[in-house]
């Protein structure tokens, strides 16, 4: 599923394609994956520039110029296409806005939605969402704050939408490995110093992710080098038996909780 750093990379790449355009039209293939009636949506849909795009967590967030949010969450296997019709992926197509002879193409989103709201609903859906872990407000203290007296496996607390938001499966192994210390241990017995490695292990993992593309490797639009670059950079995730870069044991796979937990169970104590 994506997580921080793939919507993070949609958004910067959208950013660049569709802020300022006018959505010229609307194609609905899969009503489950929209909110309200077809018709509803294409009214407040149609003709309209977009704003700007801003993500929240694992969300993003179309604004429209009306005031009006397309609100985005891809979950397990939805992905964007942005390009000509003749060059969209062989996939089912899910929702589809046109921007003249471009088009923003949803793609396999079997939970995942494109949900419309006024600017206060749309905030609304979101407020039970915790801080974000790469806004300059996400402070040491703040973490050393959050996470004091705090019981629960490591693993589950990060990818905890409301303690922190935006990590999943695969970055907060990554965080983890990254942080030299163990997903399945206990948040109440993690040590100072490793709360305060991991503080910095977050925003390193997410922020060097961004920069190199996510690890989702289907590309936004024709000739994207970048979408999918971080694939190369993961460490654990989905790495079982394989050698551990950094002191070479075998990356073990347990499931916690009834997750996938990528680890090295040598150098991660
Ligand atoms: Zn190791």
């Given at each position: 599923m994506p997580e921080l750093p793939e919507m993070e990379n949609y958004r910067l790449l959208l950013s660049e394609k569709i802020t300022g355009r006018v959505i010229t039209g609307v194609h609905i293939n899969r009503e489950k994956s929209i909110n309200v009636s077809i018709l509803l949506f294409c009214d407040k849909v149609m003709n309209q520039t977009v704003a700007r795009i801003e993500r929240r967590a694992k969300h993003l967030l179309f604004h429209l110029?009306?005031?009006?949010?397309?609100?985005?969450?891809?979950?397990?296997?939805?992905?964007?296409y942005f390009g000509?019709?003749?060059?969209?992926?062989?996939r089912t197509i899910k929702v589809q806005l046109c921007f003249g002879d471009h088009h923003l193409y949803f793609i396999g989103l079997r939970l995942g939605y494109l949900h419309l709201y006024d600017g206060d609903s749309a905030r609304q859906q979101l407020s039970d969402l915790g801080p974000e872990p790469l806004n300059g407000d996400f402070t040491l203290d703040m973490f050393l704050k959050m996470t004091a007296g705090k019981r629960g496996r490591l693993k589950m607390k990060l990818?905890?939408?409301?303690?922190?938001?935006?990590?999943?499966?695969?970055?907060?192994?990554?965080?983890?490995?990254?942080?030299?210390?163990?997903?399945?241990?206990d948040m109440n017995d993690l040590a100072q110093p490793e709360i305060t490695q991991l503080?910095?292990?977050?925003?390193?993992?997410?922020?060097?992710?961004?920069?190199h593309g996510g690890y989702m490797e289907n590309p936004v639009y024709k000739g994207d080098s970048i979408t999918g670059g971080s694939d190369a950079l993961c460490k654990v995730y989905d790495r079982e038996g394989e050698k551990c870069s950094r002191c070479g044991a075998v990356i073990i796979k347990e499931i916690v909780s009834s997750r996938k937990v990528f680890y090295c169970g040598s150098c991660q104590k």
């Open positions: 110029q009306n005031g009006r949010v397309l609100l985005l969450h891809l979950m397990l296997g939805g992905w964007i000509r019709e003749e060059d969209k992926p062989e990818v905890d939408q409301q303690f922190i938001s935006g990590i999943g499966n695969c970055y907060s192994d990554e965080i983890c490995f990254h942080a030299k210390v163990l997903p399945t241990r503080y910095h292990s977050i925003r390193f993992i997410l922020q060097q992710a961004i920069k």
